[in-house]
């Protein structure tokens, strides 16, 4: 690890983790710093966080006993320990990582925060004092490069943080039987049987530009009945997606992928708390909008995964054809989905006349999750 001034460079031979701790713990008067992402390099493994004073350099913040920290190439929080928890969202080039202690830390518990561009992310309490809280940055990847702020400031307002969570209900064109509270969405249906399906559905279609989404499940409820896909503009309210013409969904409770039919095929694992579904879509890369004023919502080449393919069920799509599946005129496009951040397969399927819109199903009581419309737009 190499520091010029404020820039903090890796320059191991990406087999070692590099980290830097600085000279000073957090304090009462200085209880914040940031980091701002320069380059990612070749893998993204970047760390911010707290540790003591002798922390081991070669393992990253957040690894051993004493420490915490939020890991950018994950979004994960390591609080002590190499196996992380879902706490906010991957970071990428450009964007600003903070870490902070409370105002009023006790003497034996403080509580650490983390924020991304200026916006909390979330908090923990830590069974630390908070002179023992050294500010540390970790990387582990060839071309990392991150600018170190150890005199920034938050004042974080009340009224302000109000704001910040109501600020996502319009990215929702329709919500039956689902709140929304900043980027979650709560079930609020009866849960009594197939008709109290609960439906939330973006306002805007995925595009070339927004071609991916996920959502983490916080809480899994009675059964789980979470369905993550995309659906037309028209969709039912009360079906969930995957189960009607024009929708193509992954559900969590059983691991099967719905097509426009009530029936659904094996696909992939089955999804649990903690957990995080992805959904997306390969455009062709001759895809053009049809109007005008989509082109700036459709002019960047899409991002295709590597390794995209249904390891357990590589047949499945050839077998859906034997069987007469109804076939559409109309624009072909490939849709993936992955789960904590593998791809677990892919189906193609003929584009909605408006496109497909992200469509998220609940279907019993206490399911929560948490939603990122564009976690690879940053």
């Given amino acids: 690890m190499r520091r010029d001034g404020d820039l903090i460079r890796y320059q191991g031979n990406a087999d070692e983790v590099g980290c830097f701790v600085a000279a000073r713990p957090l304090s009462r008067r200085n209880r914040y710093f940031e980091v701002t992402i320069v380059d990612t390099g070749v893998r993204g493994m970047i760390s911010v966080g707290l540790v003591p004073q002798s922390y081991k350099l070669d393992h990253q913040p957040g690894w051993l006993p004493k420490s915490v920290a939020f890991h950018a190439d994950d979004g994960k929080l390591y609080n002590g320990s190499t196996l992380g928890q879902q706490f906010g969202s991957k970071c990428c080039r450009g964007d600003r990582i903070g870490c902070g202690v409370s105002p009023d830390p006790d003497e034996d518990v403080t509580t650490v ?97 927004f071609h991916y989404y996920e959502l983490e499940i916080t809480d899994p409820g009675e059964k789980c009945y979470i369905a993550l896909g995309l659906a037309r503009k028209d969709y039912p309210k009360n079906r969930h997606p995957g189960w009607s013409r024009g929708s193509i969904a992954y559900h969590a409770d059983d691991g099967k992928l719905f097509s426009g039919s009530g029936e659904g095929d094996p696909f992939g694992p089955r999804c649990f708390e903690g957990d995080i579904m992805g959904c997306g879509i390969m455009f062709p890369r001759d895809f053009s909008c049809d109007s005008e004023e989509e082109e700036d919502e459709w002019d960047i080449e899409v991002f295709k995964p590597s390794g995209v393919q249904n390891e357990l069920y590589v047949n499945n799509e050839e077998e859906e054809e034997e069987r007469g599946e109804e076939r559409e005129e109309g624009r072909k496009v490939m849709v993936f989905f992955t789960r904590n951040g593998k791809v677990v397969g892919r189906k193609e399927m003929v584009l909605p006349s408006g496109g497909f819109f992200p469509t998220i199903g609940m279907m019993s009581s206490g399911e929560k999750v948490r939603v990122d419309l564009h976690p690879l737009s940053g």
């Fill in 113 to 209: 925060f983390f924020t991304k561009n200026g916006k909390e992310v979330g908090s923990v309490d830590v069974a630390l004092s908070l002179d023992s809280l050294f500010p540390a940055v970790g990387m582990h990847s060839l071309g990392e490069e991150v600018l170190l702020d150890l005199n920034a400031e938050w004042a974080a307002q009340e009224d302000e943080g109000l704001m910040v969570v109501d600020s996502h209900e319009e990215d929702w064109a329709r919500l039956h039987d689902v709140n929304v509270l900043g980027t979650a969405l709560e079930y609020v249906g009866r849960g009594r049987g197939n008709m109290d399906v609960g439906l939330a559905q973006a306002r805007r279609p995925l595009s070339t530009r």
